[in-house]
């Protein structure tokens, strides 16, 4: 079956970057995009950006844009995200999510604080 | 940007009784190819999301059919017909339509057993 599996919690001091794997099995990985979503200590859903899995073509928010870079290695069926200038804002649980955002990753915490 | 509204906030129900939720957009979710790309995500306490309804009224496989999803241009509702324990969590809605750039997602409504 599908799944999606991210990498582990991380605590990041303010000013950092962190970068985030999601690693998909259970399908042909290339034939469906890659959405980041995000959601924040007060339950709020933020979507991110995706990337095509196939060639790699990024969109990405425009609240994100110039902090986020969604990457992807098809040899090893991941995408990756990594978010610079890490703020106490960016706490949040941080979930990949396939195709027509159906299936999910388990969520990866992020810690902001000094 | 579109705005999603959703309401109400938290939704108190009994067992085995109907319950109803709202979900209002800013604008227009008819894509010029005739779609309408509103979806529903049911995240129970402790999970990732799950995306139950797709284009506004489609199931996606798996989801019980005591929920149901109807509405056109701004204004959808996701209906449940009889509430069963482990419906409890927060439902969300999301727009597709103006994607890209943009794809947003309501605050969510909780449910809740009374």
């Known amino acids: 079956q599908v799944q999606l599996v991210q990498s582990g919690a991380e605590v990041k001091k303010p000013g950092a970057s962190v970068k985030i794997s999601c690693t998909a099995t259970?399908?042909?990985?290339?034939?469906?995009?890659i959405h980041w979503v995000r959601q924040t200590p007060g339950q709020r859903l933020e979507w991110m950006g995706w990337i095509n899995a196939a060639n790699g073509n990024t969109k990405y928010s425009r609240k994100f844009q110039g902090r986020v870079t969604i990457t992807r290695d098809t040899s090893a069926t991941t995408a990756y995200m990594e978010l610079s200038s890490l703020t106490s804002e960016d706490t949040a649980v941080y979930y990949c999510?396939?195709?027509?955002?159906?299936?999910w990753g388990q969520g990866t915490l992020v810690t902001v604080s000094s | 940007d579109v705005v999603m509204t959703q309401s109400p906030l938290s939704l108190p129900v009994t067992l085995g009784q109907p319950a109803s939720m709202s979900c209002r957009s800013s604008?227009?979710?008819?894509?010029?190819?005739?779609?309408?790309?509103l979806n529903w995500f049911q995240q129970r306490p402790g999970q990732s999301p799950r995306r139950l309804i797709y284009?506004?009224?489609n199931r996606d496989s798996g989801v019980p059919d005591r929920f149901s999803g109807s509405g056109s241009g701004t204004n959808f509702t996701l209906k449940i017909s009889r509430v069963e324990a482990e419906d409890v969590g927060v439902y969300y809605c999301m727009q597709g339509t103006n994607w890209p750039p943009e794809v947003t997602f309501g605050g969510g409504t909780k449910v809740e057993i009374k």
């Open positions: 259970g399908y042909t990985f290339t034939t469906f995009p």
């Open positions: 999510a396939r195709g027509g955002i159906t299936d």
């Open positions: 604008q227009s979710l008819v894509f010029s190819d005739g779609n309408t790309y």
């Open positions: 284009k506004v009224s």
